[in-house]
């Protein structure tokens, strides 16, 4: 990769992310850390406002932009692959928007470059997920950007009942299943619910604050630690 064009992928890669690394930057553009260091430092240098000290991160300050990126051919084909895998495993409100994006994505493309990204022959038929899932992921994903707690009915794999209110943290894709990772009210502690087992989502009024214990970055901490440390992981 030529010294310019790796100079131009650092920018990206840092105003894509909220903390970069420069660990995180030598592994994507397959240089070393000293490498990062001495790029970062020549971007500074010509004005690119990169804030950040090497061993903390770097971040691009407010205001900074490029002009519109052009995809390669192979780029677009990807980004056509992604988005007909992801529309079948998503909600429809959500695989509607993607529809959306990727169509501005290409027609912004050279005709050759279009006709090359659309015809790629890779498919995901929508057979996998019930309606009801799909719907039922849309109202958890809501819950979470929108941080209002829920009131969910929910039967385990014997059939038992309970009602739960909870904080929704994240909705995970396990390749057969969509479970919904929450902070449990009655549990006091983290539990993951399949989404197909959801019988009833009720959203509440009441919103929530991150406290400390109860969030998705303490969640996914202990996992990584200790999976059998909470119950968190996708039910059978």
């Not at 009942?161 to 909705?171: D, E, I, Y």
């Not at 902070?183 to 009833?200: G, H, M, N, Q, V």
Request: net charge positive; charged share 30%; proline share 5%.
């Amino acid at each position: 990769m030529r010294r310019a064009d790796r100079l131009f992928q650092i920018v990206q890669l840092i105003r894509g992310r909220r903390l970069t690394t420069a660990a995180f930057l030598a592994r994507r553009l397959e240089v070393s850390e000293r490498t990062v260091y001495r790029d970062v430092a020549d971007l500074q240098r010509q004005g690119v406002p990169v804030e950040g000290e090497a061993g903390v991160g770097y971040r691009i300050g407010t205001g900074f932009d490029l002009p519109p990126l052009m995809f390669t051919q192979e780029e677009a084909a990807a980004l056509v692959a992604a988005a007909r895998l992801a529309g079948s495993w998503v909600d429809a409100a959500l695989a509607r928007e993607m529809e959306s994006a990727l169509g501005k994505i290409l027609s912004v493309l050279p005709p050759a470059a279009r006709a090359s990204a659309e015809s790629l022959a890779l498919f995901a038929p929508s057979l996998i997920f019930e309606e009801a899932t799909r719907t039922r992921l849309q109202s958890l994903r809501e819950a979470v950007q929108s941080r209002n707690k829920l009131r969910i009915d929910y039967h385990d794999v014997a059939g038992a009942m309970s009602q739960r209110t909870v904080r929704p943290l994240g909705c995970f894709y396990w390749g057969k299943v969509w479970t919904f990772s929450a902070w449990c009210e009655l549990r006091e502690d983290f539990r993951a619910f399949r989404i197909d087992r959801i019988d009833r989502i009720e959203v509440l009024a009441d919103r929530f604050r991150d406290e400390p214990g109860k969030t998705l970055a303490e969640m996914l901490r202990r996992l990584q630690s200790d999976p059998r440390a909470t119950k968190s992981t996708p039910p059978a």
